[in-house]
C-alpha cells in the first residue's frame, strides 16, 4: 500500500476500513474539505453575506465547475471500475447507480463517502478485478468526489418544529413562572444540539402533565389565600362579574399565551383557551381554577411545548425565512437555554429581527449576559467531552481525592475559562492556549501551584508553567479521558485530534484488544520509542497509532486526574517527546500544546461545524460544507475570533432558513 | 380472547418514600363460585451489551444443561426447569455498518432491523417486539409498557454516521420514536402507583384534565393544519402521545370507580385467595449497582404481579463504557471485551456477565416463588435476557446469547438447553410474541419463520 502525503493528510490509509469498517461517515471527512479547499483556491470566492438569500454568485461558478468535473472525472470512473459490483444489487450497501443519477443529494454523498474511503486505501476495486486504476485515476476520482458538494442544492437542511429539551423546559418555566427549573428533573435525560432526538413519547407527556400541575399547584393559591405575586401579574387581583368573566379570560389568555407560545397567539388559538376556561365554569369551578385549568391547558399545548411559526406560511416556496418569533426562540435556546426576554420579543413582534445588523447585536448583547453560561453547559461541555465527569468512575484507592467538589472545581474551571474566552473575544486557538486559568484552592493543591488565598472559590490565576493553560492542561479533560485507574494515551490521542483539529479516527477494529491494554505492565518501564516501536509491530494498529501515541504520550506527564508527574507509577522517568505526522517535534505537553495551536485553521473549522450542528440540532452534510466554507473566510479575516464564529453561525443561511417542504 | 375480569387487581400502597410496602388485604377473596380466568401472558426483556465469554455461557450439552449448567447461569439453577436456551439464532448482519457494531447491537436487538441507510443520520429502523405487544394488549392495563434503564440515555458517540441515540435505546414506537426509558426508581414508582398510597387511592387521575387534554388536541389538529408536511409528521407524534396521556387517565379513573364500589362492598373485580400478596420494594441509599439493578427488577415483578403493565424493557446496561467497582476492579466493561483471550480480562468479562445474569435471576426467581392461580406469577411470563454480541472481542453475532425465563402460560417447553437450532433474531422475537398470544400478521424484521422447536 502506498502512502500519500498530499493534503497533508495524517490518516493516509486507514487499515480498519479494510475490516468494512467506515468510522464516522457524517461530515468530517478532511479528505473533502481539503480537496475542497484547493478547489477554492483555484476560484475566487468573493466573500458574500451568510445571511442574505440570495446564494453567492461563485456558487453558480463553482456549480457549473463541479458539474463538468462529475462528467470527466467520477462518472467514468464509477462505470469502469465499480458500476458492476455496485450498480442495481449493490454490494455493501454502496449504490453508485443511484448515486450517479442524483449526485448531490446526501444520500448519495453516503454513498460517495463510503465509495472514496476504500478507494483511497486501495480497497477498492478489490485486487481481483479487471481492471484497476491508475494511482493517478484514484486521486482524480477522490479530488473530484471532494467537489460534489456544489452538487448539493442550496437548501437549509432538514427542518422540523424543535420541542424544547429538558433543560430549556426547565430554564423556561423559571423565566416564565418563577418556578425551580428543577420541576423537570423527573423527565428523562437527553443529548442536546446534535444528536438531539426530538420526540415526543407517552411517559414525557404524561411527565409534561404531571409538572404543569405542580406548577399551577405551586403558583396559584387555594381558595381563600392571598393570591402569589406571579398569579395577580398573570390572572389579576379581583374577579370581575360574571358577564364579564369570559372577555378577561380572554386577555388572561392571551398574556399567558404570548409568553409561552413565544409569540402572538393567533385568536383560534385563544378560542381553544376559552374552551378550557368554559369547561372549569361548566364544571362548577371558580373562577380562578378555571383560569388555572387554562393555564394547564396552554402548559400542555404544542406550542408552549414545541417551537412553532407564528402563522401559516402562504407561500409556494419551498424555503423560507424564520419568522421573527422562531428566529429569537432559536437564538435564546441557542445562546440561553431559556425563552426569549422582553428586547427579543419586541424585535420579533417589531419584525426587525432578522435584520443582520440586530442580529449581530442582539448576539453580542446575549453573549455579555450572564446567561450565556448555557452555551458552555449545553455546547462546551459536550465539544470537550467532559460533560460526564461527576459521574465517572475513578478508583477510590489511587485517587481519593476525586471527590464531587473537586469535580466540580474541575468543571468550574474549564466553564469559568469557556466564558472568559468567550467574553473577551479571543481568537479560537486560544482555547488550547494560553496563560491564564481559573483554580480555587484545592485544584491549586492538584496542580502544585501555590497560591496566597484559601477557600472553595473559583479565582483567575495568571500561570508561570507553559504545560497549564488552556484545555490540554486542564484536569477536566485530562480526566474525561483517563480510565479508572490510569491515564489512557490513546484516547487522549484520540481526543486531540477528534475535538481540537477536528479529525476523524476510525474506531478500532473487532478482535484487537485495545493497544495500551495488551501490555500494560510490561510498558510502563519503556521507553517512548520501545513502545512505538512496540505499536508498530502490529500492522493492523501501526497507521492509526503512530499519529494517535505520541500526541497521547505528548500529556502523559498529566496523571489521570491531572496532576503533574515526572515519573510513571513505575519510576521510570516519563519521556513526553515526540513527532507530529508532518515532522514537527515537541519535547514536552508546552510545546505540543504550541504545536497544536498553531493549527489555526482546523481548530476553527472543527470548531464552527460543531457549533453549527450544535445550533440546527443535526449532523451537517451536502450544502451545508458550502456555507461552511463561506464562513471560514470570514473567520480568517477576524484573526479567528470566537464571536465572530458565534454570530456567524447565527446569521448563516443554514440558521436563518427553514425547508417547508421536501 | 380478552381477560378482562381477572386483571383489575388494586395495588394498595402505604407510606410513599425511601420504603414502600403493599399490604395484603386480607378481605378480597375471590368472589364465590366464578373460576378466574386465564392469567395473562406478560413479556419482559433485560439487556447487556458486549457479549459473553463463551464457554462460560453455553451449556455443554443437552443433557448437561439441569445437572451441571455453565457458571454464567449457576444463579438460574433453582429454576432451570423454567428456563430455555437455544444455541444458533443470529443477529442482524450489520453490513453496511461494519464500523458500527455497538451502536447497533442495542437498537438492532427488538427491532431485527437495520437502520435506514440513506436517513442514518436520523431515527429510521423499526416498531420493535416490545412495542408491538404494547400495542395489542396496552389497553388492558394502566400502562402500555414500562422502559427502564440503568445509565441515561445520552451517551455520544457517532458510529458510523449513524444517529447517537441507535446507541442506547432498544424500544421504538415507530420506526422514527424511540422509546426513553426511566432510570430514576423513585420516579418509576410513582408512575406506577402513585405517590399517595393509602386509603384506596391508586394513582391520582383529574377526569377534568381528560377533558381539557381532548380541548388540547382539537387545539393542536387547527395548529397541524397549518403547518407543512414534515412539522405535521412532527405534531402527530404529540398527539399520540398525549392521546395515551388521555387513555391513561381514563383507564385510572376507571380503576378508581373500582376501588370505590369495592369500598362500598359492591364487588367487581376478582383474584385467586391463593395469589401471592404484592411484593415489598424498597428503594436503596446507597449507589451499589446489584442493589440499584434489583430494585428495578423488583418494580418489574411488581408491575407485573399487579397487572400494572404486560410488556417491559429493561436496559441494565448500555455500551457506553460503564464499570462495576462492586466486583472489585474499577476497569470498563468494553475495555475488556477485546480480550484475545488473555485472562485476566476474560476473567472480568465473564465476572460482569455473570453479575448481569444475577440481577436477572434475582428477578426470575422472584416471579417463580409468586402464586398467580394455579400456576406461578413466572409460569405466566416470557423474560428474556440477553445481548446483542455473541463474542464481544471479535463482535460476532452468529449465536446471540439469550436466557427465556418462564412457560409464558404454558406456550413455551422450558427445561431444555438446544444447541442446534437454525433462526434469526426476528423469527426468534417473532415466535416469543405469538407465544404471548400477540398475533403477528408480519413477520418482525428480517424473520422468515417461527423457531417451532420452542413451543410446547
Known amino acids: 500500500m502506498k502512502t500519500r502525503l498530499r493534503n497533508g493528510r495524517w490518516f493516509k490509509h486507514l487499515p480498519h476500513l479494510r475490516c468494512g469498517s467506515q468510522g464516522r461517515i457524517a461530515f468530517r471527512p478532511r479528505v473533502l474539505h481539503l480537496s475542497a479547499a484547493v478547489l477554492l483556491v483555484s476560484v475566487p470566492l468573493s466573500p458574500c453575506r451568510a445571511e442574505t438569500d440570495e446564494p453567492a454568485p461563485d456558487e453558480a461558478t463553482l456549480r457549473e465547475e463541479a458539474k463538468r468535473t462529475f462528467r470527466r472525472k467520477v462518472e467514468p470512473f464509477v462505470n469502469k471500475y465499480c458500476i458492476d459490483c455496485h450498480g442495481p444489487r449493490p454490494e455493501a450497501g454502496i449504490n453508485l447507480r443511484s448515486a450517479l443519477k442524483t449526485p448531490g443529494t446526501a444520500s448519495s454523498s453516503l454513498h460517495w463517502k463510503k465509495a472514496v474511503a476504500n478507494v483511497k486505501v486501495n480497497d477498492m476495486p478489490p485486487d481481483y478485478a479487471d481492471a484497476i486504476p491508475s494511482d493517478e485515476e484514484r486521486q482524480e476520482f477522490i479530488d473530484a468526489i471532494g467537489s460534489l458538494k456544489y452538487l448539493a442544492p442550496r437548501d437549509p437542511g432538514p427542518f422540523v418544529i424543535r420541542r424544547l429539551n429538558k433543560v430549556e423546559y426547565g430554564n423556561t418555566l423559571h423565566d416564565l413562572y418563577g418556578v425551580s427549573p428543577s420541576m423537570a428533573d423527573s423527565l428523562p435525560e437527553e443529548v442536546t444540539g446534535e444528536g438531539y432526538l426530538n420526540s415526543i413519547s407517552p411517559l414525557q407527556s404524561e411527565l409534561f402533565l404531571e409538572i404543569a400541575n405542580k406548577v399551577v399547584n405551586q403558583v396559584v393559591s387555594p381558595e381563600g389565600n392571598p393570591p402569589t405575586d406571579t398569579q395577580k401579574r398573570f390572572f389579576g387581583t379581583t374577579t370581575p362579574a360574571t358577564d364579564d368573566q369570559r372577555d378577561t379570560a380572554r386577555g388572561v389568555a392571551r398574556s399567558l399565551a404570548r409568553n409561552a407560545f413565544r409569540r402572538p397567539p393567533r385568536e383560534s388559538e385563544l378560542d381553544v383557551l376559552l374552551g378550557v376556561f368554559d369547561l372549569g365554569r361548566e364544571n362548577q369551578l371558580s373562577y380562578t381554577d378555571s383560569l388555572a385549568l387554562m393555564w394547564k391547558a396552554i402548559l400542555v399545548s404544542p406550542q408552549f411545548l414545541f417551537i412553532t411559526p407564528a402563522a401559516e406560511v402562504q407561500s409556494d416556496d419551498t424555503i423560507v425565512r424564520l419568522d421573527d418569533h422562531q428566529l429569537a426562540s432559536r437564538l435564546s435556546y441557542l445562546l440561553w437555554s431559556a425563552p426569549p426576554d422582553t428586547e427579543l420579543s419586541e424585535l420579533a413582534d417589531r419584525g426587525e429581527l432578522h435584520e443582520p445588523e440586530i442580529l449581530r447585536a442582539q448576539v453580542a448583547r446575549m453573549l455579555d449576559h450572564p446567561r450565556s453560561r448555557a452555551l458552555f453547559d449545553g455546547f462546551g461541555a459536550q465539544w470537550l467531552g467532559i460533560g460526564n465527569l461527576e459521574d465517572q468512575v475513578f478508583d477510590p484507592e489511587l485517587y481519593p481525592q476525586m471527590d464531587i467538589r473537586l469535580r466540580k472545581a474541575m468543571l468550574d474551571e474549564a466553564r469559568l475559562f469557556f466564558a472568559s474566552i468567550v467574553r473577551d473575544n479571543e481568537s479560537v486557538f486560544r482555547f488550547v492556549d494560553s496563560d491564564y486559568t481559573f483554580l480555587n484552592e484545592r485544584l491549586a493543591k492538584l496542580y502544585g501551584i501555590k497560591v496566597s488565598w484559601t477557600g472553595a472559590k473559583m479565582r483567575r490565576v495568571q500561570l508561570d508553567d507553559p504545560n497549564r493553560g488552556g484545555i490540554l492542561g486542564m484536569a477536566a479533560t485530562l480526566a474525561s479521558t483517563s480510565f479508572p485507574n490510569r491515564t489512557s494515551p490513546v484516547r487522549r490521542g484520540v481526543w486531540v485530534l477528534e475535538q481540537i483539529l477536528g479529525e476523524r479516527v476510525p474506531p478500532p477494529p473487532p478482535d484487537v484488544p485495545e493497544l495500551e491494554e495488551q501490555d500494560q505492565v510490561d510498558m510502563e518501564g519503556l521507553t517512548l520509542r520501545q513502545r512505538t516501536e512496540l505499536h508498530q509491530s502490529e500492522p493492523t494498529c501501526a497507521n492509526c497509532h503512530r499519529v494517535l501515541d505520541p500526541i497521547g504520550f505528548g500529556l502523559e506527564n498529566f496523571d489521570a486526574v491531572g496532576r503533574w508527574r515526572d515519573n510513571n507509577k513505575a519510576g521510570t522517568a516519563i519521556d513526553s517527546a515526540g513527532q507530529l505526522p508532518n515532522g514537527e517535534t515537541f519535547s514536552n505537553p508546552a510545546e505540543l500544546k504550541h504545536l497544536l495551536a498553531k493549527k489555526k485553521t482546523e481548530i476553527a473549522r472543527n470548531l464552527s461545524e460543531r457549533l453549527m450542528s450544535y445550533a440546527l440540532g443535526r449532523q451537517l452534510d451536502g450544502y451545508d460544507e458550502v456555507v461552511i466554507d463561506q464562513l471560514m473566510v470570514k473567520l480568517e479575516q477576524d484573526q479567528y475570533r470566537v464571536r465572530t464564529m458565534i454570530t456567524e453561525v447565527v446569521t448563516s443561511y443554514l440558521f436563518t432558513h427553514r425547508q417547508i417542504k421536501e | ?456
Open chain 2, 1 to 456: 380472547m380478552r381477560q378482562h375480569a381477572h386483571l383489575h387487581r388494586r395495588a394498595l400502597l402505604k407510606g410513599a418514600g425511601v420504603s414502600l410496602a403493599l399490604p395484603w388485604m386480607d378481605s378480597v377473596v375471590r368472589a364465590t363460585g366464578t373460576k378466574p380466568a386465564k392469567p395473562p401472558v406478560r413479556l419482559g426483556f433485560m439487556y447487556m451489551p458486549h457479549g459473553v465469554i463463551m464457554d462460560q455461557f453455553w451449556p455443554q450439552s443437552s443433557a448437561s444443561f439441569l445437572t451441571s449448567p455453565p457458571p454464567a447461569i449457576e444463579s438460574l439453577r433453582p429454576i432451570l426447569d423454567q428456563c430455555l436456551m437455544m444455541k444458533g439464532i443470529s443477529g442482524v448482519p450489520i453490513t453496511p455498518f461494519g464500523g458500527a457494531p455497538h451502536a447497533l447491537e442495542l437498537s438492532t436487538w427488538l427491532t431485527a432491523t437495520l437502520p435506514d441507510a440513506d436517513t442514518r443520520s436520523r431515527i429510521n429502523i423499526a416498531i420493535s417486539a416490545d412495542q408491538i405487544m404494547a400495542n395489542y394488549v396496552g389497553g388492558h392495563t394502566l400502562l402500555p409498557s414500562l422502559e427502564l434503564a440503568t445509565m441515561p440515555q445520552t451517551w455520544k458517540e457517532n458510529q458510523a454516521g449513524l444517529h447517537e441515540a441507535y446507541y442506547s435505546h432498544c424500544s421504538y414506537r415507530s420506526p422514527t420514536q424511540p422509546v426513553p426509558a426511566e432510570i430514576d426508581p423513585r420516579n418509576v414508582l410513582n408512575r406506577l402507583f402513585g405517590k399517595t398510597g393509602g386509603s384506596g387511592r391508586v394513582t391520582s387521575a383529574n377526569p377534568l384534565d381528560r377533558q381539557m387534554l381532548d380541548l388540547v388536541i382539537e387545539g393542536a389538529r387547527d395548529l397541524r393544519r397549518t403547518l407543512g408536511s414534515n412539522d405535521q409528521g412532527k405534531l402527530d407524534e404529540y398527539l399520540d402521545s398525549v392521546r395515551a396521556v388521555e387513555r391513561r387517565i381514563a383507564a385510572i379513573e376507571q380503576r378508581q370507580q373500582e376501588a370505590a364500589l369495592e369500598k362500598a362492598g359492591v364487588r367487581s373485580t376478582a383474584r385467586d385467595a391463593s395469589d401471592s400478596p404484592p411484593i415489598e420494594v424498597k428503594i436503596p441509599e446507597g449507589d451499589k449497582r446489584s442493589e440499584y439493578m434489583q430494585v428495578m427488577c423488583d418494580l418489574t415483578v411488581l408491575a407485573f404481579q399487579t397487572d400494572t403493565t404486560r410488556v417491559s424493557t429493561y436496559i441494565g446496561s448500555t455500551p457506553n463504557g460503564v464499570s462495576y467497582p462492586e466486583l472489585g476492579f474499577t476497569d470498563k466493561h468494553h475495555s475488556q471485551t477485546h480480550h484475545k483471550n488473555r485472562e485476566e480480562m476474560v476473567r472480568k468479562v465473564a465476572a460482569i456477565t455473570k453479575f448481569n445474569i444475577d440481577q436477572f435471576a434475582y428477578m426470575v426467581n422472584k416471579m417463580a416463588g409468586l402464586q398467580e392461580g394455579e400456576s406461578t406469577l413466572l409460569d405466566n411470563c416470557i423474560m428474556m435476557w440477553g445481548s446483542g454480541l455473541e463474542d464481544g472481542d471479535k463482535h460476532t453475532r452468529e449465536n446471540l446469547p439469550f436466557i427465556i425465563a418462564g412457560r409464558g402460560g404454558g406456550s413455551i417447553k422450558t427445561g431444555r438447553f438446544l444447541p442446534h437450532v437454525r433462526g434469526n433474531q426476528g423469527d426468534l422475537l417473532t415466535t416469543l410474541l405469538a407465544c404471548a398470544g400477540v398475533p403477528v400478521d408480519r413477520p418482525i424484521g428480517i424473520a422468515s419463520k417461527q423457531i417451532s422447536e420452542i413451543h410446547v
